[in-house]
């Protein structure tokens, strides 16, 4: 359990860094910014982000991770698993919403779509990082859990 922890807690950080670093690029002048920004109808100069928009990114990268982890820890896998999970999680959770809220607030669709593409990224990598470790995982979990199906046939 020990090493299951920290474990959980290394990928946790690293899901945090990686969507950090994904949103620095994805709203960065030369590659989306300018575009996103005029799409407000602002400048990258007026968009300045502040220590709160970070500690709410940071808090919304952990949830994020929290949930992917429980999701895949529930869930069972098979092959293409992780596009399918990334693919529904953002489409019945993020474009929705995200498109609709912007609708209501009368931002231009194109400032939804650029924030929904690079919410299905940070969806997408979160759960590349929840599958890294799957397999020392499962079985980590598996000998924790003594109604485990390894350990119920064992015993018929």
Known sequence: MHNLRYELHYRGIACIILTQLLGFLFYHEKILGQIWARSWGKTLADLQPTPLHFATSILASLLLFLGMEWLFQNAVLRKGFLFTVSLMVWMFFVAGTLVTHYK????????????????????????????????SLADSMDRMNPYSRSKVKANR
């Open 104 to 135: 209501f607030l009368n931002l231009a669709l194109s400032t939804a779509i650029i924030d929904a593409i690079k919410e299905f990224f940070c969806i997408y990598l979160t759960g590349a990082i929840v599958l890294l470790k799957r397999e």
